[in-house]
């Protein structure tokens, strides 16, 4: 049997036992196992390890080794792309060859794709939600660097965050990574949107048999439109007097609220110094989730972490943990007392697979019935409340 070169990330299987010299078209073979996929140009299969699951796909060495870089260094400067693994390298053909070479990357749980979706029981009212998220996408990506070249609705996956929908990144065949993107840049990653989403839609109206009228072909407008007005809130530059130093202050609370850290705040006379220019330099939306980890050590999606840190304050404010030096242990009695206990009750009985998620399902019912009663919902009534009614979420 003819082995490749195998390039793996530490702290994963090492593949070997896989039957390589064969193209992974005609693998029968008893890790691989079925998951929801996209539309694909290139042979995919999923295997199951101990370790979890993992997606191969095969493609021309130059292609998987693009791939493979791209993800590899996207992993450094955002989280919302598919990790990669391992890169595989079939040395005895040639490099043009379809299945010369494979890249394996981690099966993001909790996912699915967009196309799924749509050619399926479609967005419904969660259309807005749906499209809000692969603008943000977008706008992480451009952030970064990043620029895509075939954002799609096969390559998008989404997954619940608190009340929000999280998408992720996968497939960077096309990609390339800069310091920077120039503007041209980033209107042509839109522009090759527009394209496939308007390509897709019309595919599906006709896998569905329904006329191209009635196709929701502006989709790719309507991200596009999101994703400037995103981009315009984090980029755009702020003229303010030299006392209205509390506008900076309002302005990282706003960018905070979306989720995005604030790295530096640039700050430049004008106007002979009456006036100051003010530019943020936004990071990662990973704001919350890095504030709820360094409070808690918990590990949330930005979404879920937001609306933990929220019930977290309420819960420190209503004890009399608020200030500087009892938080430490109000930060304790809430793990203690109130989040683990909860969470341990929902892994047994809730039917999802994320308990984070489930948190906050929980979170939102008890507000819900807080709004219609007028007054607080205590948990344990609120949580016996929200298991009754079959574990509502925030649809
Ligand atoms: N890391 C991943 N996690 C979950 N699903 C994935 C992952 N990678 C690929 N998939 C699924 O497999 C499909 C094909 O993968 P993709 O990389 O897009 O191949 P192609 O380049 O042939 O389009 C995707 O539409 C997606 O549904
Ligand atoms: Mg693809």
Known sequence: MSLPNLLIHPGHPDFLDLPWDESVSDWEHDRIVEMPAGVHRHPVVFVAYDEGVYVVKELPHHFAQNEYSVLTELENRTYRSAPPVGLVHRGWVDDSEEHSAAVITQYVTHTFPYRRLIAGIGFGKRRARLLDSVAGLLVELH??????????LSNLLYRYDGGAIEAVMIDAETSYLRETLSDGQRLEDLEVMKMNLAGEMADIAAEKGVGIDQADLRLGEDVEATYLALWEELNADLIITRDEGFRIRERIARLNDLGFSVD???????DEGNLVQMRVHVGNRKFNSDRLRQLTGLAAKENQARLLLGDLSYFLAKNGYASDAHRAV???????????????????????DDPVQGYCDFLHHRMRLATERGFDVENDEALSSWMESGFPGFD
């Open 330 to 352: 109000g930060v304790f009695a809430w793990l203690s007392g109130v989040y683990e206990p909860i969470v341990s009750q929902i892994r047994t009985v809730w039917p999802g």
């Open 264 to 270: 530096d705040v640039e700050l430049d006379p004008t």
């Open 143 to 152: 952030l970064a660097g990043c620029y895509w070249g075939d954002c799609s």
